[in-house]
């Protein structure tokens, strides 16, 4: 297994971990995640936007492809 494969595979299941405990860390307006492009800068006091709750990622082979799951509290 290829170090880039490894790194994937360990994001993805870091993602999965965090998502599981989303719904058992207090109310829903206390906290929020969501997932977005790579390219949007995400500040302090951005609005979370609970409609974008998955993403979907396409690359070719020997590709990467990045987005930012952003997870906030008051």
Do not use: Y
Not at 8 to 31: K, N, Q, R
Not at 47 to 55: G, I, V
């Amino acid at each position: 297994m290829g170090k880039g494969r490894f790194v994937f595979e360990a994001s993805v299941c870091a993602i999965a971990f965090l998502l599981t405990l989303v719904p058992f860390t207090g109310t829903a307006d206390a906290m929020g995640v969501w997932v977005d492009h790579a390219t949007v800068k995400i500040r302090p006091n951005s609005p979370s936007k609970p409609e974008q709750a998955s993403a979907q990622l396409k690359a070719a082979r020997n590709e990467f492809e990045s987005f930012q799951l952003v997870v906030t509290a008051d």
